[in-house]
């Protein structure tokens, strides 16, 4: 072994029931770089990261750090090797306080036992600060946004001075431009100091820009490792998909219909005003702006999860008055959200259960639940909809996350909705899956369907989009024409 590696990886295999995940793979990352994995969902990155993490044990296979053989049986012990991860899907107590996240799992305590909260709100206020960030220590994780707790879970990692390798699944998935920027920043600056990153990502632009070396991933299998030099986004793709994506964005020119949703001057005190904007049947819209500029929360409020203060919500020329979530899906609006975790699905239910809980009325009557009906109809949508899952019956914390957010799509579309508010809705899913996300969104503006999609990635609003709205500071700051997208004029718009 080279003398710059800091961790090695020999001979790896892992299965679970009915799937080999991880199948002979050796891997290595060195002091001071940036080794990028990537791969689509399902490929094994996550499985090999939790390996070294101590969330699994391999079943064969040994882990070498400084060239010494280690035995990573938990997260506890990865610490004490100097293992950090931030995870793709993130875990946290909803409860707990900015200051107490900072020290979930290692308290610090008094000379009698007791947990020191004088030390523990110094600690938290000098990490804020020297991050540069502004949140109240009291507040809770909660009433945050998902954008806030992932980046408070990247300063958590590095702000942990033992660690040497830091492990980031996803790191980007839900901050913003200006943010990445930080993070980039944060990145190069524990580089110069020696750690070690592993980095997973899907976004093929960020891992370019950050990478030294880059690891592929297929199927549990290692396809190639190569210096970033040495590769191009098509190579990686490729490598990734092991076939070449035609084209990343299948959009095609739809005719357009008849206005199905109109918003006019939707109000909510402080967060946006004055929101106004249409979408017709068929059409494809898309919102953008800066994490903040309050993009989430009008779709919050047209789907009833949080209350409006004035304006009006005209749905096929009727005017709805929006006071829940039910008034959204009687009138044939639905919403799949950014956190597909927390508001999309019951992570320890089955697929079926998952697919039928919206329209439970169509499968339970006369006092009985008719479980063929409800086999038929699961079956048949999660075909159309190309869901990868052993049986309806796993649960639906096993699949991927792109075969997650077409088990919500699914849910939704038993109950044949005329309108869909898609935020973030391929938000840490891989190209292939993405691809197939975009398919499925096409087919719907192809069957008439009204499509309003919250992206922050410039390229599959361009790709995707018939017209961008653009938001900044609770405001609409303009309304851009196929003809005229560019990222350029979607940032000016975005800045205000």
Not at 239 to 268: A, C, H, Y
Not at 346 to 363: D, G, H, M, Q, Y
Request: charged content about 30%.
């Amino acid at each position: 072994m080279g003398k710059n590696v800091k961790l090695r990886l020999e001979n790896i295999d892992k299965s679970f029931p009915g799937v080999k995940a991880l199948d002979n793979i050796n891997f290595s990352a060195e002091k001071g770089s940036v080794h990028v994995l990537c791969g689509e969902n399902g490929a094994g990155k996550s499985t090999l990261m939790k390996i070294i993490n101590g969330v699994y044990h391999q079943d064969t296979g040994n882990i070498y750090i400084d060239d010494k053989l280690v035995e990573i049986d938990s997260p506890t012990k990865a610490k004490e090797h100097g293992i950090s991860m931030i995870f793709q899907e993130l875990d946290f107590v909803p409860e707990m306080t900015v200051e107490e996240n900072f020290v979930t799992g290692n308290w610090p305590t008094s000379k009698f036992g007791k947990v020191n909260w004088k030390k523990i709100r110094k600690q938290a206020k000098e990490i804020l600060e020297k991050e540069g960030l502004d949140y109240d220590l009291d507040t809770k994780l909660k009433d945050l946004s998902i954008s806030d707790i992932q980046l408070l879970e990247i300063v958590k990692a590095v702000s942990y001075d033992a660690a040497d390798i830091i492990i980031m699944d996803e790191p980007t998935s839900a901050i913003s431009d200006t943010e990445i920027d930080l993070l980039f920043d944060k990145i190069r600056s524990l580089r110069e100091r020696g750690k070690s990153i592993i980095y997973i990502s899907h976004k093929m632009d960020e891992i370019f820009k950050i990478a030294d070396m880059i690891t592929v991933l297929r199927d549990g299998q290692l396809v190639a490792t190569k210096p970033k030099e040495e590769l191009d986004i098509e190579t990686v793709i490729s490598l990734m998909v092991g076939r070449k994506l035609s084209e990343n964005f299948p959009k095609e020119d739809i005719e357009i219909g008849e206005e199905i949703l109109k918003v006019k001057s939707l109000n909510s005190h402080r967060i946006f005003k004055d929101i106004d904007f249409n979408v017709h049947a068929g059409e494809i819209i898309g919102f953008s702006g800066l994490v903040g500029a309050g993009r989430t929360e009008v779709l919050r409020a047209l789907f009833g999860l949080d209350s409006y203060d004035s304006g009006e919500i005209i749905i096929n020329g009727k005017k709805i008055d929006v006071t829940s979530t039910n008034d959204s899906i009687d009138n044939g609006m639905v919403m799949l959200s950014e956190d597909r975790r927390r508001y999309g699905i019951i992570p320890v239910r089955s697929v079926k259960e998952n697919t039928t809980l919206a329209n439970l009325e169509e499968f339970i009557y006369n006092g009985r639940l008719h479980r063929q009906k409800e086999i038929e109809v699961v079956e048949e949508m999660c075909e159309k909809m190309n869901v990868k899952t052993p049986s309806i019956d796993t649960d639906v914390s096993a699949l991927s996350g792109g075969n997650q957010q077409k088990v919500v799509l699914a849910k939704w579309m038993v109950n044949d909705p005329d309108i869909f508010l898609l935020d973030e809705p391929t938000r840490g899913i891989d190209v292939g899956a993405k691809f197939e996300i975009y398919k499925l969104m096409t087919a719907l503006a192809k069957r008439g369907k009204a499509i309003l999609m919250v992206s922050s990635e410039l390229p599959e609003l361009i790709g995707m989009c018939d017209r961008i709205y653009v938001m900044s500071e609770g405001k609409l700051t303009g309304e851009l024409k196929r003809k005229d997208f560019s990222q350029e004029a979607i940032m000016k718009l975005a800045v205000g």
